[in-house]
Nanobody, 128 residues
Framework: QVQLVESGGGLVQAGGSLRLSCAASGAASGDTFQTYDWAWYRQAPGRERELVAAISWTYNITYYPDSVKGRFTISRDTPKNTVFLLMNSLKPEDTAIYYC?????????????????WGQGTQVTVSS
């Protein structure tokens, strides 16, 4: 089983930046990391979890919804089984708990099917 550990969150002023990390560990983490697509989600209080970035091995592309496009960048370090989310020009509405997951990205549908177990997430708080 693959365990996911998110880190890098914190308190930042509006306009600031953070870089989140998602480390995958466990017996199958290497194969899982290189076989599947990866994504970052966020969940704000009282709201549903939403997809904010995805990176696809299959299509060799990245996806971002309009709400973060141009500000967030997803990347990966394959030897370290780690996925990153660089967040620039942060806004108060970016405040949420951020989670990563692995699975399948559906090109043309802008959807991601998460297959892994959710980690604890990392809290991002943006002050105005």
């Amino acid at each position: 089983q693959v365990q996911l550990v998110e880190s890098g969150g914190g308190l930042v002023q509006a306009g600031g930046s953070l870089r989140l990390s998602c480390a995958a560990s466990g017996a199958a983490s290497g194969d899982t990391f290189q076989t599947y697509d990866w994504a970052w989600y966020r969940q704000a209080p009282g709201r549903e979890r939403e997809l904010v970035a995805a990176i696809s091995w299959t299509y060799n592309i990245t996806y971002y919804p309009d709400s973060v496009k141009g500000r967030f960048t997803i990347s990966r370090d394959t030897p370290k089984n780690t996925v990153f989310l660089l967040m620039n020009s942060l806004k108060p509405e970016d405040t949420a708990i951020y989670y990563c997951n692995w699975g399948n990205y559906y090109l043309g549908y802008d959807k991601f099917e998460g297959l892994g177990s959710w980690g604890q997430g990392t809290q991002v708080t943006v002050s105005s």
